[in-house]
Every structure is written in structure tokens, then in C-alpha cells.
């Protein structure tokens, strides 16, 4: 079969302010070349949506270099190998990679490490899978769970961002290491999921009113928190350091709050709780873990297997549909991991 010709691209046109808007990107084409020798050439089939692509189009110092204007905007991806010159990898393994917003990918074998490429067993989970449980958003969650999280049965958890592609692998995770488990989400009908699908023992919904966190935490925590899961930052980390347990782990994994700021972030007003309590809050950043993603994939696809956890996607379909589907996230309108289709395998 011939290569397709034509690579359908999105770039970052310009660094937003607040919201990303339309005019933060452009769409261009590119030419489909044949992989040079050592390298491959996959076809993308659906892309992960996460909130820290926005921190990646910010210009300053972070944990990974922005995107560049005028550059294939980041995002992680699964695909299919159409072409190959590389030993290892055949024509149509299925495989994930950093494959960028666009429907093709050329790797020379100097970019192969960088890229992140990984070849993926669709015996162990499903394409959108692999983008959610057994992906970035899983491996965030399980790493930043048991390493910085460091659960112990019989302890109380709160995730914020319950309904979300990282809160609902903490939940689950936390509920089979023997935790009680409380999450916090957006609207009603996330709350009766997690509880009534993945079996979270509570959820309180953050816009049922201007107290409901608070409330929510004295009803749902009644002996305190001892791991807090924080996805959200904001007035909800603010309120849930007021509750936290002596030895509390915080483990700071998001601020999608504070993402789309034109102020300076909102940091938190009551750290000193974390003093009194003796308290530990950390960072996560899943690539620091990239050595060890296939104990946690293994871990999870055992748990997906058995029936003992659950994985949701929200897909939206197109390319094109890239800008508008990442303002979902804050927007709230996502429920589950939010996947872009880009193509049939």
C-alpha cells in the first residue's frame, strides 16, 4: 500500500493568555516523508488531552521545555507503524509516543529514545486504554500514589478531579490497597459515577454550593485526611489543609484552577498546616517514573483483567477538533479521560 502523502499538523501560533483562542494556532500540512534508515514512520490514531499541555505552551523555566512556537504542538499519543527500517519494530505494531497533534510521525533513530516510544499489547487494554489507565494519566496516578501517596490500609484519601483520567486510577487504586476513599468533582452526575462505579465511598460535589467542600470533608472525613491527591489546587487545597491528619501526605499533581490565570497563582494560605500536623507535600511528574511504567502497567492491567477496575474515556473525533476539545478540560465538560480520535487502526 502507498504512504499517504499529506501530514495534517496543528502548531502554537502564538503563547495564550488566559484561555487558549483560536488564533493561538495554525493549521499546516507537511509533506510524508519515507523513514530514513533505523527509523519509522507511525500513523496517529488517538491522542491523550491532558491540562498540563497548557503549562507546555507557557514560556519559562518547568519541568520540560515549552513548546516552541511555530512547533507540532506536544501530546502523547498511540498509533500504528505503517513504515519500517528499525530491527525491532514492524509494520503494523501498535505503539505510543510523544506523536505530537498531528496524523503522522516520522522517527529517525536518534529521536526513537525521546519520543518515548513504546510498542503496546492490545491484549492488555483497549487503544483509549492505553491513553487513560494504562497511559501517562494512569501512570501519574499510580506512581504518584504509591511513592509520594504512600498509602496504607485503614487510611482516609481524598482525590480532587475525581472524575477525571488521573483521579479515577488514584480512587480505584487507593480502594484496592485498602483505603477509604473520598473524591471531589464537578457536578452531580461525576459524584453518583465514581461512587456507584468505581466504588469510591464518597463524593462531594465542589459546585453545590460555596461550602460544599468544606461541609463535605467534615461529614465524608469525620477522623481527618491522611492522603490528599491534589489535581484541582486552589481554594480546594486551601480548604482540605484544614483537615488534614499528623504525617499527611499532599501530593501535588495539578493546578487546573490556576492554569488559565492572567494573575499571579494562587498559592496556599494555609501551609502552616502542614506544619503543625507534620505534615509532607510533593510533587509528581510522571516522566521521572519512565524506568518503571511497565511494573505499574503490569500492576493495572492485572486489575483491569479481573475486574477490579474500571477505565473512562470521552472521545471526540477529528483532528480539526484538537482546540476546542482541550478547552473542555477547563471547562469541565469532560467526563472521564478526554481522547482525541485521529484515525482508524
Known amino acids: 500500500m502507498p504512504l499517504p502523502t499529506t501530514n495534517h499538523q496543528i502548531r502554537l501560533a502564538a503563547r495564550p493568555v488566559g484561555l487558549p483562542q483560536a488564533s493561538d494556532w495554525s493549521h499546516t500540512t507537511a509533506p510524508?516523508?519515507?523513514?530514513?534508515?533505523?527509523?519509522?514512520?507511525?500513523?496517529?490514531?488517538?491522542?491523550?488531552?491532558d491540562p498540563a499541555m497548557r503549562g507546555w505552551m507557557n514560556e519559562g523555566k518547568s519541568y520540560i521545555a515549552p513548546v516552541g512556537i511555530g512547533e507540532v504542538m506536544r501530546a502523547g499519543g498511540v498509533g500504528q507503524v505503517i513504515a519500517s527500517r528499525h530491527p525491532d519494530y514492524a509494520v503494523g505494531d501498535m505503539?505510543?509516543?510523544?506523536?505530537?497533534?498531528?496524523?503522522?510521525?516520522?522517527?529517525?533513530?536518534?529521536?526513537?529514545a525521546r519520543s518515548g516510544l513504546t510498542k503496546i499489547d492490545l491484549r492488555?487494554?483497549?487503544?483509549?486504554?492505553?491513553?487513560?489507565?494504562?497511559?501517562?494519566?494512569?501512570?501519574?496516578?499510580?506512581?504518584?500514589?504509591?511513592?509520594?501517596?504512600q498509602p496504607r490500609a485503614g487510611e482516609t484519601l481524598v482525590v480532587s478531579g475525581a472524575a477525571g483520567a488521573v483521579g479515577q486510577t488514584v480512587?480505584?487504586?487507593?480502594?484496592?490497597?485498602?483505603?477509604?476513599?473520598?473524591?471531589?468533582?464537578?457536578?452531580?452526575?461525576?459524584c453518583d459515577w465514581v461512587v456507584q462505579e468505581l466504588g469510591f465511598d464518597a463524593c462531594i460535589d465542589y459546585k453545590a454550593s460555596p461550602s460544599a467542600v468544606r461541609e463535605g470533608l467534615k461529614t465524608h472525613c469525620p477522623?481527618?485526611?491522611?492522603?490528599?491527591?491534589?489535581?484541582?489546587?486552589?481554594?480546594?487545597?486551601?480548604?482540605?489543609?484544614?483537615?488534614?491528619?499528623?504525617?499527611?501526605?499532599?501530593?501535588?499533581?495539578g493546578a487546573i484552577s490556576q492554569y488559565n490565570n492572567t494573575t499571579p497563582v494562587k498559592g496556599p494560605a494555609n501551609y502552616l498546616s502542614l506544619l503543625v500536623n507534620r505534615a509532607r507535600m510533593e510533587g509528581i511528574v510522571v516522566f521521572d517514573y519512565a524506568d518503571r511504567y511497565a511494573v505499574g502497567v503490569a500492576e493495572m492491567a492485572g486489575y483491569?483483567?479481573?475486574?477490579?477496575?474500571?477505565?473512562?474515556?470521552?472521545?471526540?473525533?477529528?483532528?480539526?477538533?484538537?482546540?476546542?476539545?482541550?478547552?473542555?478540560?477547563?471547562?469541565?465538560?469532560?467526563?472521564?479521560?478526554?481522547?482525541?480520535?485521529?484515525?482508524?487502526?
Open 32 to 49: 510524508v516523508t519515507e523513514p530514513v534508515e533505523g527509523g519509522l514512520l507511525i500513523k496517529t490514531l488517538a491522542l491523550s488531552i
Open 95 to 112: 505503539v505510543s509516543a510523544g506523536l505530537g497533534v498531528q496524523e503522522y510521525l516520522a522517527l529517525a533513530p536518534s529521536d526513537i
Open 124 to 149: 492488555m487494554g483497549s487503544l483509549s486504554q492505553w491513553l487513560n489507565v494504562l497511559g501517562m494519566p494512569g501512570m501519574t496516578g499510580y506512581f504518584g500514589l504509591m511513592d509520594v501517596g
Open 171 to 190: 480512587g480505584q487504586v487507593a480502594k484496592i490497597k485498602g483505603c477509604r476513599v473520598v473524591g471531589i468533582a464537578g457536578g452531580q452526575a461525576k
Open 223 to 253: 477522623k481527618g485526611v491522611d492522603i490528599y491527591f491534589d489535581n484541582v489546587g486552589g481554594d480546594i487545597l486551601d480548604t482540605v489543609l484544614t483537615r488534614i491528619n499528623r504525617k499527611a501526605r499532599i501530593v501535588i499533581c
Open 304 to 345: 483491569l483483567r479481573e475486574g477490579r477496575m474500571k477505565s473512562k474515556e470521552d472521545i471526540v473525533i477529528g483532528l480539526d477538533q484538537f482546540p476546542t476539545t482541550l478547552l473542555k478540560l477547563f471547562q469541565g465538560e469532560n467526563f472521564g479521560k478526554l481522547v482525541l480520535q485521529v484515525a482508524e487502526a
